[in-house]
């Protein structure tokens, strides 16, 4: 069993949509919310993804082609 | 308790005893050394500072490390110049450049890094890593040879040769990655995860990016002990200004200069400007952005201390600005000429954000600014070569010469 602890970035047209849901749903990951700040047309989560590394490889490529930006929590480690 | 009260998370405040992770276990929060000021303030003074190393350590009362050896690299220090001439053409009597260009690797990232290798040494690893498309390769891997320490650095497979030499030449394990900016940003997260190594700026993230508080303490001290009125900082993921203001707050604490006063001002370029573009939108959430800019060093799509840098400005008082790429080489450019100076890319986005501000009335003719010059420019030369008058060339000649002073000028001034 791995963790992952990610960023999720969602652009408007994905904010009432409840993707994280969705993605334990069709794969087979836990999610754990730590922080977020959901806007009206913005929104950030920080959570832990669970599971085998193959199924949370899954679950964020899946996440990325509904069109979440997915980060490291550090942000940027690629520095100048 | 000693001086260092351990590490505190930034959102839920958890506070950690000193060891190499950056991440709150609870809220997944930032981490940051907590210092007992009551009792540094009963220790320091200017005199022992004065007294100490020309270097970033001469400030070690305020820096994360305990009575392990340090590694001296020789970082900081560095000259703040007084800049009559570009103040003159700027409207400003009070203009000073810090001119961090002349550290041992040539930019500020020798500070930090210094630090993360100290206290890396003291938690036991023999390893130092990064990932980075210079300034930090450079960094890191000259530190890991002068503490005998691997040094392990990440950079993109397509990166300029320049910089690929700039890094090889102290032989660290160099590791080019293919794939885009986010796959090889990912992969160093993992890296980061699995491997034993001190990753500066990701597990000793919380003691490397203490150093650039330095940045904040020489500047007091070269003033005569007083924090500057405004602050223009090159910014990029934000830890370096977060920690320069911290670092004009912490002299406070400690009693060495009065309640600072500084606006600090986010300087960015407009090919990546996150930062800015939230300080527009009035508001501090930062949405990433994918970076096309000139100034390489600060090209950071999704900077980690984006909302705290917000913060800072909202609270200060103080700016976020964005230039072009043409801006920047006018303004590496205007550096070069009227202070001896040649900047990176980054340079001339500090100086062409000073100029925007002081043209726009934001800065008081007499008020004491101070712009940060974070990187050397011969680091990034192909940004302004093709913007430069090329050589006259002329034959062997005094007839050659003579006559192609006639034609100058500018040359012919200087002559009579």
Partial sequence: MAKQRVKFTFPPNLITQPVIYNMGRQFDVVTNIRRANVTRDRGWVILEISGDVPEIERAVSWATSQGVRVDPIEGDIVAG | ?416
């Fill in chain 2, 1 to 416: 308790m000693g001086r260092l009260r351990g590490l505190v998370c930034r959102e839920c405040g958890h506070l950690y005893g000193i060891q190499p992770i950056h991440v709150c276990e609870f809220c997944f929060g930032p981490l940051e050394v907590a210092y007992d000021y009551d009792l540094i303030r009963s220790t320091v003074s200017r005199e022992a500072i004065a007294a100490g190393p020309p270097t970033i350590w001469r400030y070690k009362a305020l820096l994360p490390v305990d009575d392990e050896p340090i590694i001296e690299t020789y970082a900081g220090f560095t000259p703040l110049v007084k800049a009559e001439n570009l103040g003159r053409l700027l409207g400003l009597n009070e203009l000073y450049v810090k001119n961090d260009t002349v550290n041992p690797t040539f930019s500020f990232k020798d500070r930090p890094v210094a630090i993360a290798a100290t206290r890396a040494r003291a938690f036991g690893f023999d390893t130092i890593a990064c990932a980075s498309t210079g300034n930090l390769a450079a960094a890191v891997a000259a530190c890991g040879a002068r503490a005998s320490m691997r040094a392990v650095v990440f950079i993109p497979a397509d990166l300029e040769q320049s910089k690929i030499i700039n890094t090889a030449i102290y032989e660290p394990t160099l590791v080019a990655v293919t794939g885009n900016y986010d796959e090889v940003n990912r992969l160093c997260s993992e890296i980061a995860d699995k491997y034993g190594w001190a990753f500066v700026n990701i597990n000793v993230r919380p003691y490397y990016s203490e150093g650039s508080k330095t940045l904040a303490f020489e500047v007091a001290e070269q003033l005569g002990w007083r924090a500057p009125d405004h602050a223009i900082v090159p910014t990029g993921s934000g830890s370096m200004f977060t920690k320069i203001w911290k670092g004009f707050q912490e002299l406070h604490k400690v009693g060495l200069i009065e309640a600072p006063a500084t606006h600090m001002t986010v300087a960015q370029a407009a090919g990546c400007a996150p930062m800015v573009d939230a300080y527009d939108r009035r508001t501090l959430n930062v949405a990433p952005v994918k970076p096309a800019t000139v100034a390489k060093s600060l090209a950071i799509g999704n900077p980690a201390d984006g909302y705290y840098s917000l913060k800072i400005i909202k609270e200060t008082g103080g700016h976020a600005v964005r230039v072009s790429d043409a801006e920047i080489v006018e303004g590496m450019k205007l550096l070069a000429r009227t202070e001896g100076i040649f900047g990176e890319t980054a340079g001339g986005v500090s100086v062409a954000v000073a100029r925007k501000l002081a043209e726009g009335g934001h800065i008081g003719r007499d008020e004491v600014t101070v712009i940060y010059v974070t990187g050397n420019g011969l680091k990034t030369p192909e940004a302004v070569a093709e913007h430069l008058a090329p050589p006259i060339t002329i034959a062997a000649t005094m007839e050659a010469f003579e006559e192609t002073l006639e034609q100058d000028h500018s040359g012919a001034a200087a002559v009579a």
